[in-house]
């Protein structure tokens, strides 16, 4: 039986490129560091961990610092303890020997017990402490993002100096392991340091060439570690990014309908082959290092108990003594062990702990503090020249704009892409203030002397980009509220958007969770998202009610009822409708037509769309070719 030839086998796909986040802030930070880059980082990194700490809980700061004191105290007592001891017990008579020596090693005993009491002691206050950092530091970083002003967003650099310091809020937990550590290192070495000392001041200088060796491995093995971090960084946050998406129910249809398994399955594994043959590459040098560390550091400790083999056979020191020595520079050279391993950890955390504070610095600066007026529900809003340039921009979003706006009108604005239309927006409502010399007016009040709070609590906006919020239907509508609302208010809102019999649907009514990636909880359509959302708006009954493209998702009939709602509530407020659907727009009173940051076309939707070289008669007919 003849055997078939083979088929020439698929194309491969493309390989997914190389990534490398050029533009990390801290990028190639270890390996570009110096010794003494790094000494020099250290005590601040630890002296910002203990900032951080006692804002959050001085007690538990206290009870670690004194902790680490006493273990270290512990460590010296337990050493000059067993120095005290050895030399009672190497005499021809063990019995007589024991009974001379047990005083000491029951201090030695009672000081090692004392020394892992405090360690105890240390490691349950730091857990105590870690949740409360975590809490403070995520809780400033999110306060200071809401109360920012919306021109910091704008400022160029913001996003990344915003992810830096997010890694420093959510590293300055393992700073805090990582400092107890740290300096327990520390007060360990010192403490067998100065037991070495007191046995013969020799000792002290073998020890540090034996240990030295070590120390420079480790800060060595450290920089490759790092540097394999470094070179997968990237391959693997786009590799997480691409597994969520992956997995995600909202793109399971996609990927199944497109026929997108197969790529996106080559794809991620070449990434995780990828980041594991980089891993395995630093295994060889990383071995190396160790190894030639540990031989240069055998060495010199060869040389130490030469040294001591010496000493004993000069006659000045016993041997029982040099046995302390030997178990002292064990314990320092641990302690060593952990200062190169945790100081190197803490001076890269430190880096974005540096960036936390600096950040923390920037937002607080750019908080919306503008003044003190308490301003009321306006009868106008009145523009004088009012524009706006967005930070590292030369050209403006908007020109000087002079306009009047008047209770019980509904303004439709206009434009195209980019015409200002959002900026304007912004304006009107007080999220940002008028720039180059203008003003806008709620009344006789600039809103550059208000305070802000006072102005947003008259305003009710709906958004392009609207939250889903994983709450109950209920806080999605009240959202925003000052608590005591009813929920014959709520349903009334809800009723008026034509919400009311889909909520009622749900299995808990207005106590239903709106979040389908939770256990119990539902998800809404598009449509009845932005349902919910004008609901919430109109629940607030706002003195302003602006709507940015309030009905893009919805159908015919939920758009025509909330459009009729609007007209129902007009006479009471100041409303300002954002829509490219010009069919709507027949219902203002007024239609602006802005194009490149300037006010083109002024009037009602007829008289516009009669006039000769109107834009909004262009826009429309291109609208009903559709």
């Known amino acids: ?18 990534l490398d986040y050029n533009g990390r802030k801290h990028r190639r930070a270890m390996d570009d560091a110096t010794l003494r880059d790094m000494a020099r980082r250290i005590p601040m990194a630890l002296a910002q961990t203990a900032r951080l700490a006692w804002s959050v809980d001085r007690r538990m700061a206290i009870t670690i610092l ?7 105290l512990g460590t010296a007592v337990m050493l000059t303890a067993v120095s005290q001891a050895m030399p009672l017990l190497a005499t021809t008579d063990p019995r007589a020997g024991l009974e001379m020596a047990w005083p000491a090693l029951t201090v030695a005993v009672i000081a090692m017990a004392t020394g892992a009491g405090m360690w105890i002691l240390a490691d349950w ?3 105590r402490l870690n949740p409360k950092i ?26 990344d100096r915003s992810q830096a310091a997010e890694i420093g809020a959510m590293r300055a937990v393992d700073l805090a392991d990582d400092a107890k550590t740290l300096t327990n290192g520390f007060v360990q070495l010192v403490s067998a340091a100065t037991v070495l000392t007191s046995l013969h001041p020799l000792l002290l200088a073998v020890l540090l060439l034996s240990v030295i060796p070590r120390g420079m491995g480790g800060v060595i093995a450290a920089r490759i570690d790092y540097r394999v971090h470094d070179r997968t960084l990237s391959a693997r946050n786009v590799r997480g990014m691409m597994r969520w998406w992956l997995t995600t129910a909202e793109l399971a249809d996609e990927l199944r309908a497109n026929t997108m398994r197969s790529y ?7 990434m995780c082959d990828r980041v594991e043959g980089r891993e395995l590459e630093g295994a060889r040098p990383y071995l190396l290092v160790t190894l030639l560390a540990a031989s240069l550091g055998g060495l010199f400790t060869l040389g130490m108990w030469v040294s001591l083999a010496a000493l004993v056979l000069a006659g ?15 314990t320092a050279g641990r302690a060593l062990n952990s200062i190169v391993r945790y100081g190197a950890v803490m001076f890269h955390h430190g880096l974005y702990l540096s960036d936390y504070y600096e950040f923390i610095a920037e937002v607080r600066s750019m908080t919306t503090t503008r003044g003190s007026t308490q301003v009321r529900a306006p009868r106008e809003i009145r523009l004088e020249a009012a524009a706006y340039t967005y930070p590292g921009k030369d050209a403006p979003a908007l020109h000087p704009i002079s306009l009047t706006l008047n209770r019980g009108e509904v303004i439709a604005l206009v434009g195209e892409n980019g015409a200002g239309k959002s900026t304007l927006i912004r304006l009107l409502t007080g999220l940002t203030t008028a720039s180059e010399g203008g003003a806008v007016f709620w009344d006789d009040t600039d809103l550059a002397t208000a305070d802000a709070e006072s102005v947003w609590r008259h305003v009710g906006l709906v958004p392009q980009q609207h939250g889903h919020w994983p709450l109950a239907a209920r806080e999605n509508i009240t959202l925003g509220q000052p608590r005591g609302h009813t929920d014959e208010r709520v349903w009334d809102a809800a009723e008026r958007v034509g919400m009311a019999d889909v909520l009622r649907g749900l299995p808990d009514q207005l106590s239903t969770l709106l979040a389908r ?3 119990g909880g539902h998800e809404l359509s598009g449509g009845q998202w932005q349902r919910l959302a004008c609901a919430r708006a109109m629940y607030r009954e706002p003195a302003v009610l602006v709507l940015d493209e309030p009905t893009s998702e919805m159908d015919a009939r939920g758009e025509h009822q909330i459009f009729r709602e609007l007209r129902a509530m007009a006479p009471d407020r100041i409303t300002v409708v954002v ?24 009037g009602s939707f007829d008289e516009l769309v009669a006039a000769d070289g109107s834009l909004l008669a262009e826009l429309y007919e291109l609208s009903q070719d559709r």
Request: proline fraction near 6%; hydrophobic fraction near 45%.
């Open 579 to 602: 829509t490219h659907r010009l069919d709507n727009v027949r219902m203002a009173d007024r239609v602006l037509v802005l194009d490149h940051g300037r006010i083109r076309e002024e």
């Open 66 to 72: 004194v902790c680490q004191l006493l273990s270290g």
């Open 517 to 519: 990636s939770v256990w």
């Open 264 to 270: 996106l399955h080559y794809w991620y594994r070449a």
């Open 316 to 330: 000045s020191m016993t041997t029982a003594l040099a046995g302390s020595a030997i178990i002292a520079s064990q």
């Open 125 to 127: 206050a730091t857990r």
């Open 1 to 18: 039986m003849s055997v078939p030839a083979a088929r020439s086998a698929d194309p491969q796909p493309t390989p997914p490129p190389e």
């Open 134 to 159: 975590a809490s403070a530091a995520d809780l400033t970083m999110v306060d200071l993002h809401m109360r920012a002003d919306l021109c910091a967003y704008d400022t160029e650099g913001f996003a």
